[in-house]
């Protein structure tokens, strides 16, 4: 099972969103869909996917956030057609961020965001067939900005199976914004590949709940250690949803959830959840103990 798991937050369009993106890329599928009944939001679709063999899942759960390009996806293409043929596709009905075009990092690269809202760049690359196909980007911005270095060391080592790979800073004014260091930093957490910067410009968005990473436990103590160490932000607790120190979303969850929550009769199953809206850390045992509850 994948540790991290990439999640996407969508008001209705979850589904169709994760279609699109499974027909632009080869070994890419749908894997799950389930409808979370009585939510705050009302009744919730979750669809979990496949894209270039990296687990996803989205939720359509209401207009509460907006993804930007705080958080983005970044793809690694083998030739000039296949980010031509990305890029169309993309950008119908999406934004241009960074043109398509030559830059010193890349022969053939772009910034685009789609028509849901969720930001891709596009990058052709030597070694394209050797990495991971597709790197979620942290853009740290606003307040968070110059800490993109700091925030890597510490969720590596808070992760096991974690390493530092290739950072560059930004040279003498290279960056618009005074707190900017860092333009590209990669990075693995629990063997999966991320890639970090902090933003060249000074800008008015930051990190917020449209893009979170959730973390899969495989028991109460490991939810417990995760919870202690990436909750900094108490008010923004809820549901297993904590925000670190850096404002990034997290969700910390056992990697049963599916069974957790659904193995029971649909009244079980309701008991459950309604448990789970009271919860800001996620309690297993509290779960099954409102499954077995007799009213």
């Known amino acids: 099972m994948q540790k991290i798991v990439p999640h996407l937050w969508y008001d209705k369009e979850a589904k169709e969103a994760a279609l699109f993106y499974i027909s632009l890329f080869e070994n890419s599928t749908l894997l799950n869909e389930t409808v979370i009944e009585n939510t705050p939001s009302g009744d919730s679709e979750l669809v979990s996917f496949k894209l270039a063999g990296l687990e996803f899942m989205a939720i359509s759960a209401g207009p509460y956030f907006n993804f930007n390009p705080s958080a983005s996806l970044m793809v690694a293409c083998e030739s000039v057609e296949e ?10 009905g999406g934004t241009e961020i960074m043109p398509l075009g030559e830059y010193p990092f890349s022969k053939w690269y772009g910034w685009v965001q789609d028509r849901f809202g969720l930001s891709w760049q596009l990058m052709l690359t030597d070694n394209a067939q050797t990495v991971q196909k597709i790197t979620p980007n942290l853009l740290f911005s606003g307040e968070s900005c110059g800490k993109a270095e700091e925030a890597v060391n510490y969720y590596k080592d808070i ?25 590209y930093a ?19 968005f930051n990190f917020n709940e449209a893009f979170s990473l959730i973390v899969n436990c495989k028991d109460q103590k490991e939810i417990d250690y995760f919870w202690d160490k990436l909750s900094a932000k108490p008010d923004a607790e809820q549901c297993g949803w904590v925000k670190d120190q850096f404002g990034f979303s997290w969700q910390i969850a056992p990697d049963n959830m599916n069974e957790v929550m659904y193995k029971g009769s649909r009244e079980e199953n309701l008991r459950v959840m309604e448990a789970l809206f009271k919860m800001k850390k996620i309690d297993v045992k509290a779960l099954e103990n409102a499954r077995l509850e007799k009213r």
């Open 83 to 92: 980010v031509n043929t990305k890029w169309k596709a993309l950008l119908e």
């Open 186 to 204: 990669d990075f693995k957490l629990c063997g999966m590949h991320l890639s970090a910067m902090d933003n060249a410009y000074d800008v008015d």
């Open 159 to 183: 992760f096991k199976d974690s390493e530092m790979g290739f950072i560059s800073r930004y040279g003498a004014g290279e960056a618009i914004s005074s707190k900017a260091k860092v333009n």
